[in-house]
């Protein structure tokens, strides 16, 4: 018979005797880091808030305002796990044939979502201010009522997650439901058409005077795992993930690549993995985010204030298809990768028509994002001199990158409960990308001026242009020491 | 045409595999045959450089593979699925591979004419990707790739498992055609005694990393062979 053990001693196993953990020891730390930071903050957030919210409001109940807010704290929160939790992965095919309950697998991943660190963190926040309202004469039942009330939400918003994630996993769009569905929750609330945080607010309230209600809670929390537990048994069959829909392909020519002489096949290449998979696809779709998300800066006058932002905005916008496609570079072609080291070509090329790809997507997302200059010409500056330094320096930092990728992407995506596979880890790498143009153009703006900081970026990007040559054969030494060791890495696993 | 010397590949103190000499003569049509983990896979690795050798070096066509790349034009292989391009469909990879190797989609086009039999019908113009072909079906597409650009070497590994008995036959009717009309040196391993007494000339036996027997072909050798591996041979 099989037990929880069992799968826990597979798991253990899978963790440490991947190549992965045994090369991004540093990555951990770092991951370990920012969880400390979080846990720091949300403690401090936990203690203070009580006294701040007195001092502010003298003549309102500090719970009561809370339990206002919970509302804009959910819909955050389903936003910030959506894009940052994934359903654990396991490798349960093997499992299928052995002599298994699918419940018992299926109740396995559940319960083990639920320990996620993202889970924790809440708590951090909500133990101190329970600890500061009991202190503060408040009655001893309810507050403990209240802190459990808050534990079951955070649950149901933990299996509430897994549900949205499931459903926008077949689509084209994964990002869509999600943003929809928050963005439309947010607007119902924000024009009062149906006051939804009043409602929460006073649900909570309800709950924590009369804890019986806590029942509606648990009822709630029982239903969506439940709901969980349907869809993924119904994942669980061999058929469900291999009859994967094989669509009519619709062979595209890309004739125009041929241009690019040498490089034509790998471009091709390249566009055709982007498009025909799940993965790299929704790393496109990024792109549209990121052009948008200037929006979230320019159009509001603090911003305008503090131009030392556009710079790092600039960046960010031209920057993004070049961030979230090429720090996996190669690892895209990890499945085929022992084909790419024993064909006909070269490395230099292989590489050049990366960054070629990357450099393309910079120049194309400045055009788009000239339109910014309706928020002042400053913006169009910042931009030009942010897209020569993502070209000339953060394209060939990516590649460079690359020589120490050790993990293999399953771009088929067949294991049964892998969604979308960006994790956080993706985006602590865009940090040193984006975080170092931001303290030059800062540094800069801090002791000279807007127009200087721009000529900086811009031209320590010429400078990378005007290097590319030996920056790309230097970058191309490094992949060929790393070969075998990426070889081997991608033919593992996990 | 392949030099190996004093070749050996050790994994943590273990070694997997260790050629004092083994030469392979332009044009011949060349068997591996072992157990599992006879290191036949290791060898085939070595030869490509998808593994570092602990010591000593294959020489292809007199250019030593670990140290420069020049062996790749002239050289092709199909190892495992790991040599396909699951989101292609098997015409995008039949010319990509063509690309690479200088030839165009006519060059193409014109060597997958000669194979329509070996195709049987269920790899050209199915308007799928390679991912969604069966596996056998990937076999005879990634076999076929490894033909394009007129290597001068062949390596297959394993090329008969997961086929039909007939596409078999139709496969070993190519390789001996490779070997004995166009020169061209051919690799293979297997399993099957029967399919590699069929097809090589030469079949060499490896125990544990080690060559045991080199064999020229003849009506003998299937015994030999089954004796070998049966354990019933005088020793």
């Known amino acids: 018979m099989m037990k929880i053990s069992h799968f826990l001693n597979l798991e253990w196993k899978q963790f440490f005797r991947s190549s992965h953990w045994q090369k991004s020891v540093a990555l951990n730390i770092l991951l370990i880091l920012l969880a400390l930071y979080f846990m720091a903050s949300f403690l401090v957030m936990g203690v203070a808030l009580y006294p701040i919210l007195k001092e502010q409001f003298p003549d309102q109940n500090p719970l009561i305002i809370v339990n206002g807010v919970l509302f804009y704290w959910w819909l955050a929160e389903l936003m910030i796990r959506f894009f940052f939790q994934k359903l654990p992965v396991m490798s349960v095919k093997p499992l299928l044939t052995l002599p298994v309950k699918r419940s018992k697998v299926v109740n396995y991943v559940l319960g083990k979502s639920t320990l996620s660190f993202i889970n924790f963190l809440p708590l951090f926040a909500v133990i101190p201010f329970g600890v500061m309202l009991i202190i503060n004469d408040y009655p001893l039942v309810s507050v403990l009522v209240w802190i459990l009330a808050m534990i079951i939400m955070t649950l149901i918003m933990n299996f509430l997650n897994f549900i949205i994630e499931s459903f926008s996993s077949d689509s084209e769009l994964a990002f869509l439901p999600i943003i929809v569905l928050v963005g439309g929750l947010f607007a119902l609330n924000y024009f009062d058409i149906v006051s939804l945080s009043k409602f929460t607010g006073n649900a909570i309230t309800a709950v924590y005077n009369q804890p019986i209600y806590l029942i509606v809670l648990i009822l709630i929390l029982v239903g969506v795992y439940l709901f969980n537990f349907k869809i993924l048994k119904q994942k669980l069959y061999l058929d469900s993930s291999l009859k994967s829909k094989v669509a009519e392909v619709n062979v595209a020519d890309l004739g125009w690549t041929k241009r690019f002489g040498d490089l034509a096949p790998f471009m091709q290449l390249d566009l055709k993995l982007i498009w025909r998979n799940k993965r790299s696809k929704s790393s496109a779709f990024l792109m549209i985010i990121g052009l948008l998300y200037g929006l979230a800066f320019y159009p509001n006058p603090t911003y305008q204030e503090m131009p030392w932002i556009f710079g790092f905005v600039g960046i960010f916008v031209t920057g993004i298809f070049m961030i979230s496609f090429g720090q996996f570079i190669p690892a895209w072609d990890s499945a085929y990768y022992k084909l790419l080291m024993s064909q006909n070509i070269k490395y230099e090329q292989y590489l050049k028509s990366k960054f070629t790809l990357m450099a393309m997507s910079v120049i194309i997302l400045f055009v788009l994002s000239i339109p910014y200059v309706y928020f002042g010409w400053k913006i169009l500056l910042a931009h030009f001199a942010a897209a020569l330094y993502n070209i000339g320096i953060n394209t060939h930092v990516v590649l460079f990158g690359g020589a120490f990728n050790r993990k293999k992407i399953d771009l088929s995506q067949r294991a049964a409960f892998n969604y979308q596979g960006t994790g956080a880890v993706q985006w602590l790498i865009g940090i040193p990308l984006m975080l170092l143009p931001l303290a030059i153009f800062g540094g800069v703006y801090a002791i000279s001026n807007f127009e200087t900081g721009c000529a900086v970026l811009a031209i320590l990007g010429i400078i990378g242009i005007l290097f590319h040559q030996k920056l790309m054969r230097f970058i191309t030494e490094k992949y060929l020491e790393s070969k075998y060791k990426m070889i081997s890495a991608f033919g593992q696993d996990s | ?235």
């Open chain 2, 1 to 235: 045409m392949i030099q190996t010397s004093n070749l050996s590949k050790t994994y943590n103190k273990k070694t997997v595999l260790k050629i004092e000499e083994l030469d392979i003569p332009k044009g011949q049509s060349f068997g591996l045959v072992g157990n599992n983990g006879a290191g036949k896979t290791t060898y085939f690795s070595l030869l490509l450089d998808l593994i570092n050798p602990s010591t000593g070096f294959i020489k292809n066509n007199e250019i030593q593979v670990n140290l420069s790349e020049d062996w790749k034009p002239f050289t092709s292989a199909f190892i495992d699925e790991s040599f396909l391009i699951g989101y292609l469909t098997p015409e995008e990879y039949f010319y990509f591979i063509g690309e690479l190797r200088g030839r165009n989609k006519a060059d193409v086009d014109a060597l997958l004419a000669q194979f329509e039999d070996f195709f049987h019908g269920e790899i050209l113009g199915q308007k799928k990707y390679l991912r969604d072909l069966s596996k056998g079906n990937q076999k005879k597409a990634g076999i076929v790739a490894a033909l394009i650009g007129d290597p001068e070497v062949i390596i297959l590994d394993e090329p008969f498992a997961n086929l039909d008995p007939t596409t078999q036959i139709r496969l070993k009717n190519i390789i001996k055609e490779l070997a004995e009309k166009r020169g061209v040196t051919v690799l293979i391993s297997s399993h099957d005694l029967l399919h590699v007494t069929d097809v090589c000339e030469r079949i060499v036996v490896l125990e544990k990393g080690e060559i045991v027997k080199d064999l020229v072909t003849s009506d003998a050798t299937l015994k030999e062979l089954e004796a070998h591996f049966s354990g019933t041979e005088s020793a």
